[in-house]
């Protein structure tokens, strides 16, 4: 007689503990890359901060190098006149370029939000709010102008090196982290 043999019938499918395994090893890969979204997020949005930060100080540069000389050196010998550096408002219709002056000899040690300390209020962007209402965006900007005269001394060239100074905050993105940087140019005479 033959024997016959019972098939073992094989449940297919997954247990609930492998579900539950699976369901945690998956959690946890989504939390790494939401997490890895939302940095690159922010660092990208830091980097949009940090290069509009340097263009406005490359254009504050690029205006005093269009300065004449006897200027520029007339601000070094009196403090308390201007540079006469102009800039571009987004929010204005009528005429967008405004008066924006640099002084020499302030400092960012009191970072006081006037115009005597080089305080600058750069817009970054404007979004709608849930309401539909503008939001600005901006970040806060001092400026520490220091003009030094090449033309003096043995090797005396008729020149002025040019440093522009800057520390920008942007409260909605770092709270109240303060960045630095600093442009330079020598200009000279010809």
């Known amino acids: 007689m033959q024997r016959r043999k019972k098939k073992k019938l094989g449940i297919k499918g997954f247990?609930?503990?492998?579900?539950?395994?699976?369901?945690?090893?998956?959690?946890?890969?989504a939390l790494g890359l939401s997490a890895t979204a939302i940095q690159s997020q922010k660092i990208a949005q830091m980097n949009i901060i940090r290069n509009t930060a340097f263009t406005v100080?490359?254009?504050?540069?690029?205006?005093?190098?269009?300065?004449?000389?006897?200027e520029l050196l007339s601000s070094?010998?009196?403090?308390?006149?201007?540079?006469?550096?102009?800039?571009?408002?987004?929010?204005?219709?009528?005429?967008?370029?405004?008066?924006?002056?640099?002084?020499?000899?302030?400092?960012?040690?009191?970072?006081?939000?006037?115009?005597?300390?080089n305080y600058k209020q750069?817009?970054?962007?404007?979004?709608?709010d849930t309401?539909?209402?503008?939001?600005?965006y901006t970040v806060d900007m001092w400026f520490t102008p220091k003009i030094k005269d090449l033309n003096t001394g043995a090797n005396a060239i008729?020149?002025?090196?040019?440093?522009?100074?800057?520390?920008?905050e942007a409260r909605h993105v770092r709270g109240d982290v303060k960045h630095q940087g600093s442009l330079r140019m020598v200009k000279t005479e010809l």
């Open 15 to 29: 247990s609930l503990v492998e579900v539950m395994v699976s369901m945690i090893i998956f959690g946890i890969a």
């Open 158 to 168: 008729p020149a002025l090196e040019i440093i522009l100074e800057f520390e920008y």
């Open 131 to 136: 309401d539909g209402n503008p939001v600005e």
């Open 76 to 117: 070094v010998s009196n403090n308390s006149q201007a540079i006469p550096t102009k800039s571009i408002s987004a929010l204005e219709t009528a005429n967008i370029e405004k008066d924006d002056p640099l002084y020499l000899g302030k400092t960012t040690e009191t970072y006081a939000k006037t115009e005597a300390n």
């Open 122 to 128: 750069v817009l970054i962007d404007i979004q709608e």
């Open 57 to 70: 100080a490359q254009g504050y540069l690029e205006q005093m190098k269009s300065i004449a000389m006897a």
